[in-house]
T-cell receptor
Framework: KNQVEQSPQSLIILEGKNCTLQ??????????LRWYKQDTGRGPVSLTI?????NTKSNGRYTATLDADTKQSSLHITASQLSDSASYIC???????????FGRGTSLIVHP | GAGVSQSPSNKVTEKGKDVELRCDPI?????LYWYRQSLGQGLEFLIY????????KSGLPSDRFSAERTGGSVSTLTIQRTQQEDSAVYLC??????????????????FGPGTRLTVL
């Protein structure tokens, strides 16, 4: 069964600090992995996407890494801002399947 | 162009009533998905449309749930005889092509803002 596990479930950090969110998956055959940001009351918005051959992808202060051997991904947020407060969702797609597998998300709160 | 839109943004209904939720996908997107997001839970797949047909309805939780899509565009999700456990945010997403197809980038799903359904 395809699964995506995220940790931590929630995280509180101070503005300006860095943080790293984790994603472990058992999806086969692997096609691609996305990180989404979901602000409260809004739909998820894609931050990064990585395929099997990519092991890092940046989008501004967001940097995602992928280790396809260990089936792990991380999302690193640098110099956090209050607007980073949101839920971050890891989503993995399997080749030949049109339904991605979603993690439950990590709820990040950035305090001033 | 415009993104995915959903209406209403909020819906409060009484137990036993029927509700209709609407999704307007991005123009030209052939694939459309409905998801349910309960508090503190991940997104739960409900149904997938390719054009007007629904190859996969496996996520619909009961026969009270149904969905249709017309003209390859607008979709409506109908919940009959609503129950309190139906309370959740219902998200719609569309993509240019079915997600996961050959791992191409065009399989990104673009989400609407969701409809928050509360069943009293």
């Amino acid at each position: 069964k395809n699964q995506v596990e995220q940790s931590p479930q929630s995280l509180i950090i101070l503005e300006g600090k860095n943080c790293t969110l984790q994603c472990n998956y058992t999806v086969s055959p692997f096609s691609n992995l996305r990180w989404y940001k979901q602000d409260t009351g809004r739909g998820p918005v894609s931050l990064t996407i990585m395929t099997f051959s990519e092991n890092t992808k940046s989008n501004g202060r967001y940097t995602a890494t992928l280790d396809a051997d260990t089936k792990q991904s991380s999302l690193h947020i640098t110099a956090s801002q209050l607007s980073d407060s949101a839920s971050y969702i890891c989503v993995v797609s399997a080749g030949g399947s049109y339904i991605p597998t979603f993690g439950r998300g990590t709820s990040l709160i950035v305090h001033p | 162009g415009a993104g995915v839109s959903q209406s209403p943004s909020n819906k409060v209904t009484e137990k036993g009533k029927d509700v209709e939720l609407r999704c307007d996908p991005i123009s030209g997107h052939t694939a459309l998905y409905w998801y349910r997001q309960s508090l503190g839970q991940g997104l739960e797949f409900l149904i997938y449309f390719q054009g007007n047909s629904a190859p996969d309805k496996s996520g619909l939780p009961s026969d009270r749930f149904s969905a249709e899509r017309t003209g390859g565009s607008v979709s409506t999700l109908t919940i009959q005889r609503t129950q309190q456990e139906d309370s959740a945010v219902y998200l719609c997403a569309s993509s240019l092509a079915p997600s996961g197809l050959s791992g191409r980038l065009y399989n990104e799903q673009f989400f609407g803002p969701g409809t928050r359904l509360t069943v009293l």
